[in-house]
């Protein structure tokens, strides 16, 4: 497990007095700013954040030493952290955090390895996970509980009921490009 968390994102600067537009990626978007100090990726700057009001989908900010549009806007696109012991347990085996899943071993039902859990997303239609296979190819898996049957993040591993296009492309047994238009186009992903 990892011991930072992303729970948010600087998204631009609003008006001339340094108010920064912040994205939350918390359960409740509000925690953002409730688990004290927040730190880049690289842990070397730290932000100590007020939340003023809300535009749209994303909250208006105060960082402190922040103060100009100019400086605001130079924080667009920074990713903001916490310590993952500042953010309280899980309740039970079935809640987790995203960070949680990243390492994870990603087995078939007869336990044999399909790969390693390398990232989570969300493009608006559900999580997806990204996993990286043997061959060392990235493959992209709906979140779900009909492709992620099981969640075991003590036992440092998920369980992955294949869907059928994939389990098709791992059936090409002479890598041929073929007709197939998921390998024309790098076979990177699920086709909807």
Known sequence: MTSKLCVGQFAGSHGVRGLVKLRSFTQDPADVAAYGPLVDDTGARLFKVTLQGKAKDLFLAKVDGVTTREQ???????RLHVDRAALPETEDDDSFYHADLIGLRAERADGSLYGTVKAIYDFGGG???EIRVG???L???????ACVPVVDVRGGRIIVDLPTVVEAREGDEDGSEGGDEAAEDGGGGLEP
Not at 139 to 145: D, G, I, N, Q
């Open 139 to 145: 493959e992209m898996l709906p979140f779900s509980k």
């Open 72 to 78: 605001a806007q130079a924080l667009a696109g920074v």
């Open 127 to 129: 999580d997806v996970l």
């Open 135 to 137: 061959s060392g190819a």
